[in-house]
């Protein structure tokens, strides 16, 4: 069965402080890896798409990359703003969606 | 102005009651879906329409209907509302791609089912 864990599923980080979320997948055939930043009351906001490993995207303070088993958000010197639950998605062989539930990302001035 | 509105934001209601969420997007997607996101479970697909003839049941589509009305309008339906079908209700759309569609989701519809 195809599965997508997301851990830690709460994050507290200070200010400067930078980390990793994890995103661990078993999608057969997977044709594609996504995150999406949610804020509270809103919905998901694109932010990368990654198709094969080794392949790694950045924006700003914040670089996905994946490998054949995880794909890792690190995040670099956060900043409050950057407090938001990131969601993971794999996209199945069928091209079907397959969700992770989330890391609630906290960061405090 | 956003790409996809939602309609209404809010919306409490009594069980029982018919509901509709209405969905508009100015992105020219043929591809429209809807999702239900619940605190623990995280979004689940409850239909999709890949074009304005085309309409697929989701994992959850049980006590759910829609209507795709144009190529820019997908409305959900809620016959019979019941609590448990309390949940915040995404949107989205997303254009055809060959490895894989990026979805760009709407602002969200909570509702509450008493």
């Known amino acids: 069965e195809d599965q997508v864990t997301q851990s830690p599923e709460a994050l507290r980080l200070q200010e400067g402080e930078s980390s990793s979320l994890n995103c661990s997948y078993t999608?057969?055939?997977?044709?594609?890896l996504f995150w999406y930043r949610q804020d509270p009351g809103k919905g998901p906001e694109f932010l990368f798409t990654?198709?094969?490993a080794g392949e790694e995207k950045e924006k700003e303070r914040l670089k996905a990359t994946l490998t054949k088993k995880e794909s890792f958000l690190h995040i670099t010197a956060p900043k409050p703003e950057d407090s938001a639950t990131y969601l993971c998605?794999?996209?199945?062989?069928?091209?079907?969606?397959?969700f992770g539930k989330g890391t609630k990302l906290s960061v405090k001035p | 102005d956003a790409d996809v509105t939602q309609t209404p934001r809010n919306r409490i209601t009594k069980t029982g009651k018919r509901i509709m969420l209405e969905c508009s997007q100015t992105?020219?997607?043929?591809?429209m879906y809807w999702y239900r996101q619940d605190p623990g479970l995280g979004l689940r697909l409850i239909y999709y329409?890949?074009?304005?003839?085309?309409?697929n049941k989701g994992e959850i589509s049980d006590g759910y209907s829609v209507s795709r009305q144009a190529q820019a309008k997908f409305s959900l339906s809620l016959e019979s509302a019941i609590p448990n079908q309390t949940a915040l209700y995404f949107c989205?759309?997303?254009?055809?791609?060959?490895?894989?569609?990026?979805?760009?989701f709407g602002p969200g519809t909570r509702l509450t089912v008493l």
């Open positions: 999608v057969s055939g997977l044709r594609g």
């Open positions: 989205a759309t997303s254009d055809f791609g060959d490895f894989g569609d990026t979805q760009y």
């Open positions: 992105k020219g997607h043929d591809r």
């Open positions: 998605f794999g996209r199945g062989s069928q091209g079907n969606l397959i």
């Open positions: 990654l198709y094969s």
């Open positions: 329409s890949f074009d304005v003839k085309d309409i």
